[in-house]
């Protein structure tokens, strides 16, 4: 089914009882078909916070959690995020046995739809910690030119030193839109890097070059990987985007050349 199909910008009537079949998987294969020959396009994480989940125990009584999914990267589909939030909303009214068996029961749905082995993992509402970000961040510099859309030509080497370095880079100025609605996502994005070093203010300029860009966040990063991969030819490369929140969930999709530089999740504090 096309995304078209679903029912991402729709009026909708939120479910009150156990739906499973309303998660919509969307397939990856269409976005990568040219980043074929890209190592690392689908080795990483999409990982997701869900801030709205409830249930009943198996008294009736309304439990409240915050989730995190862990998607594989290399899993066939990955989940249109409002059919996720009306199922996890399905959920609402649902008595559950315990917390495992609602996990147990997560767990199973999320995995037939995205045809891959699918975890949650379930925080107390006040134990999900904010992180600080690690790394240099790129925002106060000036980029030479800028565009509108995605362009890797912006992206260039460092002409004033010729060593190799490895580095990780963020920036809060990353902004794309949702290829249905038109709505505006934003997000920080994490770059590590090791090869010849890039001029930072070309990748500032390439990060704010998705702009005015449709895209979900998944093909985003594995754009941005994808370009920085084929400009550059690192070593090693990993990109990480921690997106805000929107209805009550945020997507943080991951890529890495290497598995080695697969990073620990984390929560920003705009997130």
């Known amino acids: 089914m096309s995304v078209e ?55 009736g009584i309304p439990q409240v959690a915050i989730g995190r999914i862990t998607l594989p990267a290399s899993s066939p589909n990955l989940i249109e995020s409002k059919s996720l939030k009306l199922y996890f909303n399905s959920m609402n009214f649902t008595r559950f046995q315990s917390e495992a068996n609602f996990i147990e029961t997560v767990e199973h749905d999320l995995t037939a739809a995205a045809q891959a082995p699918v975890t949650l993992t379930l925080f107390k509402v006040d134990d999900l910690a904010i992180s600080q970000p690690e790394g240099i961040c790129i925002d106060q510099l000036t980029p030479e030119r800028l565009e509108q859309h995605p362009d890797p030509n912006l992206l ?89 929140r929107r209805g009550g969930l945020d997507i943080n999709p991951c890529r890495v050349s290497d598995l080695t530089w697969m990073p620990r999740p984390i929560r920003l504090a705009r997130q």
């Open 5 to 59: 199909q679903s029912l991402l910008g729709k009026d909708t009537n939120y479910p009150t009882e156990y739906q499973p079949d309303i998660l919509f998987p969307i397939s990856r294969v269409d976005s990568r078909e040219k980043y074929a020959d890209v190592e690392g396009i689908q080795l990483g994480q999409d990982w997701w916070h869900v801030f709205e989940i409830s249930w009943l125990n198996a008294a």
């Open 156 to 244: 260039q080497f460092d002409l004033e030193q010729a060593e190799d370095v490895e580095v990780q880079l963020y920036s809060h100025l990353l902004r794309s839109n949702c290829p249905v609605t038109g709505q505006p996502d934003w997000g920080t994005v994490f770059i590590r890097y090791q090869g010849k070093k890039p001029c930072y203010r070309s990748i500032l300029a390439y990060i704010i070059s998705y702009r005015q860009h449709n895209g979900f966040h998944e093909q985003c990063v594995e754009q941005m990987f994808a370009d920085i991969w084929q400009k550059f030819a690192p070593e090693k490369l990993m990109v990480y985007a921690t997106y805000t």
